[in-house]
């Protein structure tokens, strides 16, 4: 199944960034959460944010969402038809139509972002069907173009996500939530939690995709190893601020901050 035969647009690169963080901060008492942080996302890039668990990577990633305000610092949207929209002070109506036609969380946990009680189909029909589409055969016809993308069978369309395994599930995950074709993704440690042998060929997937479809992407992983493969810039985040920001190759190459240093050290030995 080609991409091609997808009906939908592909993106046109911009110079503008499509998604704009500035002194972006959420405190939970005790110096917890994260700190003042700036960040800007262009159009077919994608940002890796990396660091120990606890750095307030998720927090960012649920902030940039839209999911938790932050309590100083706003997120920007910058709309294809030029307008702008800044997330936090947005109506909870303008919040809702941008998570159902622009933006697309996937949870690193699939249970977090499918519904486990209704068909694999019906989870990749379902972002459609709230945007408009109700066409019996284009539904099941996207589900089923969808499902072979993200290298399920579909002979398995009408089955229950909770008869799929976990790598299974998080590319049923992916496929629910790329099928709307969002223009912005947001990714928390997808590859998380998943053997190595399947996370290494839901990143070949994830690559393929990010690359194919052009896809926007903010990517949250502690693993290096996946930042190297699919982000183009990475920030590094300890105790909720970003110490060093940069190129993939050069941040993970040539580390400045001390602590970045120690990250990528503490990868490269045994
Ligand atoms: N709802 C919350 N209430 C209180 N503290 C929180 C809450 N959410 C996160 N924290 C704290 O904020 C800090 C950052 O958490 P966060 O989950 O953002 O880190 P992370 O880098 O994503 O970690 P991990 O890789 O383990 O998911 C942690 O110390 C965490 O305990």
């Not at 002194?23 to 800007?40: I, P």
């Not at 622009?102 to 209704?118: E, F, I, S």
């Not at 589900?143 to 009408?158: G, H, Y």
């Amino acid at each position: 199944m080609s991409l091609d035969s997808i009906p939908f647009l592909r993106p046109s690169l911009s110079a503008h960034p499509l998604l704009e963080a500035t002194g972006l901060s959420r405190d939970y008492g005790g110096g917890q959460g994260c700190r003042g942080v700036d960040l800007r996302l262009h159009q077919g890039e994608v940002l890796g944010i990396v660091g120990e668990s606890g750095s307030g990577k998720s927090t960012l990633l649920r902030m940039l969402a839209g999911r938790e305000s932050p309590d100083r610092g706003r997120v920007l949207y910058h709309r294809e038809d030029g307008g702008t929209l800044d997330i936090h002070a947005a109506r909870e109506a303008e919040r809702r139509r941008l998570a159902r036609d622009a933006l697309g969380l996937v949870h690193q946990h699939p249970r977090d972002g499918l519904r486990m009680n209704v068909s694999a189909g019906a989870n990749i029909a379902e972002r459609l069907m709230s945007r408009g589409e109700r066409h019996y055969g284009r539904l099941r016809a996207q589900a089923l173009a969808w499902m072979a993308q993200v290298e399920l069978d579909p002979v398995r369309i009408d089955d229950l996500p909770v008869t799929f395994s976990g790598g299974m599930q998080q590319r049923l995950q992916i496929a629910r939530v790329l099928v709307t074709r969002p223009r912005l993704v947001l990714m928390d440690e997808p590859t998380g939690g998943l053997d190595v042998s399947v996370q290494a060929r839901l990143l070949d997937l994830l690559r393929t995709l990010v690359r194919e479809l052009g896809l926007s992407v903010v990517l949250v992983t502690h693993d290096l190893a996946v930042a190297r493969l699919l982000a183009h810039r990475l920030l590094v985040m300890q105790h909720g601020r970003v110490v060093e920001s940069g190129l993939t190759d050069q941040v993970l190459d040539d580390p400045q901050h001390a602590y970045s240093q120690l990250l990528v050290s503490s990868v490269l030995t045994p």
